[in-house]
């Protein structure tokens, strides 16, 4: 089941509100500010069912994870340890107060990758190339090997699929 976070009221308040003591000049901020995050929430909502099971990630929070794994080069592990080591990935992700207990776990990122499937991953990069590409000020690097990495990890997981038939 999924729920956008958006209509759900926010419970937290362990810390400082990220808003209030942020450069807004940062780049995951600026970054931010440019992405389509609505199309990203309804194209990520379609992938699970309305009105019964757990309620799934946030699609802010799993996408910008992504968007910053990627970006940086960094495991799933890494990029949940940065998450919660900066507060700029987090409010990049969403968050609205500064995170101190964990808020995902790594292994949803590999779930949610099998679940959306290389279409939903593809218009993901797709929009965050395009965000770049629009703000060339904004001083992000994905190095090649990344590129090439995540252009292996879809054709491979095309391969599974076509295998088991999803």
Same mark, same amino acid.
């Given at each position: 089941m999924?729920?956008s976070?958006?209509?759900?009221p926010? #419970?937290f /308040?362990?810390?400082?509100?990220l808003g209030? @003591?942020l450069s807004?000049?940062?780049r995951?901020?600026? #970054?931010?500010e %440019? +992405?389509p995050w609505?199309?990203?929430?309804a /194209?990520y909502?379609?992938?699970f069912?309305?009105g019964? /099971?757990?309620?799934a990630? $946030?699609?802010? +929070? %799993?996408c910008g &994870? #992504?968007?910053a794994?990627? +970006?940086?080069? &960094?495991? $799933?592990e890494?990029? %949940?340890?940065e998450?919660?080591?900066?507060?700029?990935i987090?409010?990049?992700c969403?968050?609205?107060?500064?995170?101190?207990? $964990? %808020?995902?776990?790594?292994?949803i990122?590999?779930?949610?990758?099998?679940r959306?499937?290389p279409?939903?991953?593809a +218009?993901l990069d =797709?929009?965050?190339? =395009?965000?770049l590409?629009a703000?060339?000020d904004l @001083?992000?690097?994905v190095?090649?090997?990344a590129?090439r990495?995540?252009?292996?990890? =879809?054709?491979l997981?095309?391969k599974?699929c076509s295998?088991?038939?999803?």
């Amino acid at each position: 089941m999924y729920r956008s976070e958006k209509f759900n009221p926010t #419970l937290f /308040g362990k810390m400082f509100h990220l808003g209030e @003591k942020l450069s807004s000049g940062n780049r995951w901020l600026k #970054l931010a500010e %440019v +992405l389509p995050w609505e199309k990203l929430d309804a /194209g990520y909502g379609r992938y699970f069912s309305t009105g019964y /099971g757990r309620p799934a990630k $946030d699609s802010r +929070l %799993v996408c910008g &994870l #992504l968007m910053a794994k990627q +970006l940086k080069s &960094l495991s $799933d592990e890494d990029a %949940v340890a940065e998450f919660m080591e900066n507060p700029y990935i987090q409010a990049f992700c969403g968050q609205e107060y500064f995170a101190l207990e $964990d %808020v995902i776990n790594p292994g949803i990122l590999s779930e949610r990758r099998k679940r959306l499937g290389p279409e939903f991953l593809a +218009l993901l990069d =797709a929009e965050l190339s =395009a965000a770049l590409k629009a703000n060339r000020d904004l @001083k992000f690097r994905v190095s090649r090997g990344a590129a090439r990495e995540a252009g292996f990890w =879809a054709s491979l997981l095309d391969k599974v699929c076509s295998v088991f038939g999803k």
